[in-house]
């Protein structure tokens, strides 16, 4: 089930309302979202290629899924929900850290989220569901690096500002791998 409705936030995650998912992302609203990142005991991270169907960023490569939260659904069974839908995965998902970010896509449409970011720990290969993802891949955190510098474009905006901003925490932090 697709979400439909968003949870408008401010800046301290307090919630505002709610509005429609693509009218948020028409007027760059803020609204509150989620991205999983599930690695495994090797510490390779689980990266999925977007469906080329999707309204926005179709066909890159992301993080292992994102969404948003429904009303009165926790960020954890928010992402393990997602994580089920997307994946065929489940795990024990642990919330890291949260930042905002805005960006604009070609088609006019604009992202503005306090999005929290969930780590979690799986050995399982993906069952995934080819409306929401059309490949995955296990990759190591710096050949993840390295290929976002050289091929920049074959990635989503909120994945490679996590990257940017926290590859020294996802590299150093082991709460990550079991």
């Not at 995650?13 to 609203?29: N, Q, R, S, Y």
């Not at 993080?63 to 009165?72: A, G």
């Not at 999005?115 to 995955?136: K, M, Q, R």
């Amino acid at each position: 089930m697709k979400e439909e409705v968003v949870i408008l936030v401010d800046s301290e995650d307090k919630v505002l309302g709610t509005m429609p998912k693509l009218e948020a992302h028409e007027k760059g609203i803020l609204h509150r979202a989620f991205s999983v990142f599930l690695f495994n005991s090797k510490k390779e991270l689980l990266l999925q290629r977007r469906a080329e169907n999707k309204y926005h960023s179709p066909g890159l490569w992301t993080n292992t899924c994102c969404s948003h939260q429904r009303l009165n659904e926790s960020t954890i069974e928010a992402g393990n929900r997602r994580l089920m839908e997307e994946m065929g995965i489940t795990s024990d998902l642990k919330r890291v850290f949260t930042f905002k970010y805005k960006t604009e896509f070609d088609n006019g449409l604009i992202e503005h989220e306090l999005d929290h970011v969930l780590f979690g720990y799986s050995n399982d290969s993906p069952n995934i569901n080819l409306a929401e993802v059309s490949a995955w891949k296990w990759l190591d955190v710096k050949s993840i690096e390295n290929d976002i510098i050289v091929n920049p474009n074959l990635y989503t905006t909120w994945f490679k500002i996590i990257f940017d901003r926290f590859s020294d925490y996802i590299k150093k932090n082991e709460s990550y791998s079991k």
